[in-house]
């Protein structure tokens, strides 16, 4: 069982920034794709990005993209979301999600179904 621990999440001014982390109990999550994902009040959880075992290969939900950066530091176990240009519409609980079957991100990646494992989530607000 991997137990996945969300972190860095707040309140920003839109057009701010603010960056989430993952990390684990164990130093395990280098064996793992993990994306991230969110969830809006009344909304469906959506998938926001991925990143695969070495951190080389990275996919990005169209509405973040060019904004939003996924990285992971293997050596640390801990992936990160680092948001700019925020924006009201990103106001969500993100939460970060272990995939153990894949060694690259895909079309599948973006199936919250694809994850074995989650965290309990990070609120981010973005004020207007």
């Known amino acids: 069982q991997v137990q996945l621990v969300e972190s860095g999440g707040g309140l920003v001014q839109a057009g701010g920034s603010l960056s989430v982390s993952c990390g684990t109990s164990?130093?395990?999550?280098?064996?793992?794709?993990v994306g991230w994902f969110r969830q809006a009040p009344g909304e469906e959880r959506e998938f926001v990005a991925a990143?695969?075992?070495?951190?080389?290969?990275?996919t990005y939900a169209d509405s973040v993209k060019g904004r939003f950066t996924i990285s992971r530091d293997n050596a640390e176990d801990v992936v990160y979301l680092q948001m700019n240009s925020l924006k009201p519409e990103d106001t969500a609980v993100y939460y970060c999600?272990?995939?153990?079957?894949?060694?690259?991100?895909?079309?599948?990646?973006?199936?919250?179904?694809?994850?074995?494992?989650w965290g309990q989530g990070t609120q981010v607000t973005v004020s207007a």
């Open positions: 990143v695969s075992r070495s951190g080389r290969s990275t």
């Open positions: 999600a272990a995939d153990q079957k894949s060694r690259l991100p895909s079309s599948a990646s973006t199936r919250a179904t694809q994850y074995d494992y």
């Open positions: 164990r130093r395990t999550l280098s064996m793992y794709v």
